[in-house]
C-alpha cells in the first residue's frame, strides 16, 4: 500500500509561471512532511519542510501547504526557473510517534521551459 | 565538503558475491540513514542509526543485509550473496537529532549493479 502519493509523473512549466505540485497521504499519523529536488545521478536535496501544527510554509520562491483534513500538500514554486527542471519527492514521517523513517512518494518530474 | 559522502559511487558486481558500502555523515549529526531507490520509485527506509545504535529496521532488510554504525560516526552497509534484485541505488542520509522534526540530508548515493 503507497502511503504517499504523487499522483502526476510529470509536469510541463514556462518560465516565470507557477509550478504547483501534488502530494495526498493516507496515514494520519503522519505529521512532518518534506520535499526534495533530485537531478539525475545525484541525491535528494532538501527543500522544504512543514509539521502537522502548521499549514503554510515559505522559504524565497518556495511555498509548501498542508491541508490535514483532506491529507494533501502542494508545492509552489514561484517564479519558476530552468533550473528548477527535476524530480520532486514528496515525503513524510511519523515524527512524534518517534518514528524518523521518510515515506517517500513516486516523484514528480518537473521541466520548466524557457 | 561537509555533506553527506558515500563510497563507492558506482559498484558492480556478480551474483553471489559480497559488497560492502561506506557512508560518512555530516560531521555533527548523530542520526544515519539508509535508504534504496529503484528505478521509478522514491527512496524506501531501509534502517536508521542513533549515534552506534540501530533503532528501527525494515521488512526490507533481509538477513542478507547488514549495516553498522562502530563508532557512532561512519556507517557500513553489506550486501551479503548478492542477488539481482538487488541492483538499485543505495542512499545514505543524516540528522542532528535535537528537536521534534528534523530534516534529513543525503548523499551522492552508491549505483549497484548485480550481473
Known amino acids: 500500500d503507497q502511503q504517499v502519493k504523487q499522483n502526476s509523473p510529470s509536469l510541463s512549466v514556462q518560465e516565470g509561471r507557477i509550478s504547483i505540485l501534488n502530494c495526498d497521504y493516507t496515514n494520519s499519523m503522519f505529521d512532518y512532511f518534506l520535499w526534495y529536488k533530485k537531478y539525475p545521478a545525484e541525491g535528494p536535496t532538501f527543500l522544504i519542510s512543514?509539521?502537522?501544527?502548521?499549514d503554510k510554509n515559505e522559504d524565497g520562491r518556495f511555498t509548501v501547504f498542508l491541508n490535514k483534513s483532506a491529507k494533501h500538500l502542494s508545492l509552489h514554486i514561484v517564479p519558476s526557473q530552468p533550473g528548477d527542471s527535476a524530480v520532486y519527492f514528496c515525503a513524510a514521517s511519523d515524527a512524534q510517534g518517534g518514528s524518523e523513517k521518510l515515506v517517500f512518494g513516486k516523484g514528480t518530474k518537473l521541466t520548466v521551459n524557457p | 565538503d561537509t555533506g553527506v559522502s558515500q563510497d563507492p559511487r558506482h559498484k558492480i558486481t556478480k551474483r553471489g558475491q559480497n559488497v560492502t558500502f561506506r557512508c560518512d555523515p555530516i560531521?555533527?549529526?548523530?542520526?544515519l540513514y539508509w535508504y534504496r531507490q529503484t528505478l521509478g520509485q522514491g527512496p524506501e527506509f531501509l534502517t536508521y542509526?542513533?549515534?552506534?545504535?540501530?533503532?528501527?529496521k525494515s521488512r526490507l532488510l533481509s538477513d542478507r543485509f547488514s549495516a553498522e554504525r562502530p563508532k557512532g560516526s561512519f556507517s557500513t552497509l553489506e550486501i551479503q550473496r548478492t542477488e539481482q534484485g538487488d541492483s538499485a541505488m543505495y542512499l545514505c542520509?543524516?540528522?542532528?537529532?535535537?528537536?521534534?522534526?528534523?530534516?534529513?540530508?543525503f548523499g551522492p548515493g552508491t549505483r549497484l549493479t548485480v550481473l
Open positions: 542509526f542513533q549515534n552506534e545504535a540501530q533503532l528501527e
Open positions: 542520509a543524516s540528522s542532528l537529532w535535537d528537536r521534534d522534526y528534523n530534516e534529513q540530508f
Open positions: 560531521s555533527e549529526h548523530n542520526r
Open positions: 512543514i509539521s502537522s501544527i502548521k
